[in-house]
Each structure stands twice: as C-alpha cells, then as structure tokens.
C-alpha cells in the first residue's frame, strides 16, 4: 500500500516537473499581489489568447524572494525552468514570443535557471542557476526543497 502511494506520488512530481506542454508558474503571494501579479497574469492570459499558445498556468503562492516580485517562470518541455523576475505587463509579450514562442530565454529579464530534480531536462547556456545566486549560496532548504511547486 505505501510504495503504491510512493509510486504515485513520483509520478505526479516527475509529471509536474517535466511538462509536455509549456508550462506557466506566477508567483500569487501576498506580496507578488501587490507588486502587480494581477496585470501580469491578465497580461499572460491576454497574449495566449493573442498567440493561440496552448500553454499550463499555474498560480503559486509566496516563494520568498519578495524584492524580485512579480515572478515568473516558464518550463519548456525538456528544458530546465527559468525565473523572470520583476516582471510587467508590458514584457509579458515579449517574453511570451520569445521563451514561450520561440524557446529562447529573454536574458534581460531572466534570473536564473532551475534543476528539475534529476530529471532530464536540458540547461540554457550563459543563464545562472537559481541555487548558484550569491543570495541563495548559503542556503539549504530542508522544508522547501520543492519551492515554488506548491499551489495555494
């Protein structure tokens, strides 16, 4: 019965990690709200329903990193996932054309890269990991090593 349940488990984590269609994920906390997240989800919602892009958003909660609000990332199928950070509405076109579009990342607006938990995702060249950030180096996370996985 629990290695069933284990078995379930890894496979919703490896399905919500991996996707097989771009994924969408905006950071929703209380402080990604009042730095805007609301104009920037209608933003997004605007530019799929403009472009015809089948694409997943998710809405998550706080993800800790409060000064870089409004946080957006964008998972492509078989690439690592890559956080904008202080995102507008007025760049959600391009990033949506370009990343969502076209695959490749808007280095002016992204933070980092994130590592899919031993998946195999492929990495983008000259774009620092999330964890490689001088403000993350010293960090260990025990409770949220699934950070920015959770919905509220």
């Known amino acids: 019965m629990v290695k069933k349940k284990i078995s379930t488990v890894r496979k919703t984590v490896k399905k919500n ?16 709200l009042g730095a805007g997240a609301r104009g920037v989800l209608e933003s997004i919602d605007k530019e ?12 998550t909660g706080c993800i800790g990193m409060c ?13 690592s996932r890559v956080t904008y950070a202080k995102v507008k509405p007025d760049i959600v076109p391009q990033i949506m ?17 994130m590592r899919l938990d031993g ?7 000259d774009l620092q990991f999330f964890d ?21």
């Open 67 to 79: 000064s870089h609000e409004v946080l957006v990332d964008v998972v492509m199928p078989g690439y």
């Open 17 to 32: 990690t991996v996707p097989k269609r771009p994924k969408i994920i905006i950071g929703m906390g209380t402080c990604g």
């Open 48 to 59: 799929l329903k403009k472009q015809k892009y089948s694409v997943d958003v998710v809405h």
């Open 119 to 125: 998946q195999d995702a492929k990495q983008y060249r």
């Open 97 to 113: 054309e370009e990343h969502v579009g076209k695959g490749n990342v808007v280095k002016k607006y992204a933070m980092s890269q």
């Open 132 to 152: 490689d950030l001088e403000q993350n180096k010293n960090q260990v996370k025990l409770v949220t090593k699934k950070l920015w996985d959770h919905q509220p």
